[in-house]
């Protein structure tokens, strides 16, 4: 999660610094008072991207994988192993640009949002390997 918050930080600040270097070049009495609504919004956004990343969590227990997210509106989804029907990374090509992965789980529920943004590849493609072993040894059972 630390590298999602750098990548959003990251991407804040190249915007603060261009428009910074666009204010700057104009220099005109009222610009001053734009600059500074540019850099408090900045220095909000990244305080709320910060915020948000944080908020992203899962856990595997012995039945079920729960995914919590939420800074202000807490979520808890529970996906017991047995329902899981497809266990996806993505890639996208943001995510690519920072070595980022995402576990995104199917069942058979269309309303059920169990994603995990922000992980490694390298973890990724283990929680995959590991949501799709636990899966299939709850399905057997059926």
Same mark, same amino acid.
């Given at each position: ?19 910074? @270097? ?8 009222? =610009? ?7 850099? #408090? ?9 910060? %915020?948000? =990343? ?19 509106? $807490? ?16 890639? @996208? ?5 920072? $070595? ?5 789980? $199917?069942?058979?529920?269309?309303? =059920? &949002?169990? %994603? ?5 590849? &390298? ?8 949501? =799709?072993? #636990? ?6 059972? #059926?």
């Amino acid at each position: 999660m630390l590298r999602v918050q750098l990548a959003a930080a990251t991407a804040v600040l190249v915007l603060v610094l261009v428009v910074l @270097g666009l204010v700057w070049s104009a220099l005109q009495p009222w =610009t001053w008072l734009a600059l500074v609504v540019v850099v #408090l919004l900045a220095g909000w956004g990244w305080w709320l991207a910060g %915020r948000y =990343t944080a908020n992203w969590g899962y856990a595997e227990r012995a039945e079920d994988l729960w995914i919590t997210r939420g800074a202000v509106l $807490h979520r808890l989804v529970v996906v017991p192993y047995g329902r899981m029907q497809l266990v996806d990374v993505t890639v @996208g090509p943001v995510e690519r640009l920072f $070595h980022l992965a995402a576990v995104q789980l $199917h069942t058979a529920s269309p309303a =059920t &949002d169990a %994603r995990i943004p922000g992980l490694s590849p &390298d973890e990724a493609a283990r929680l995959r390997d590991r949501l =799709t072993q #636990l899966g299939e040894a709850e399905q057997s059972g #059926l």
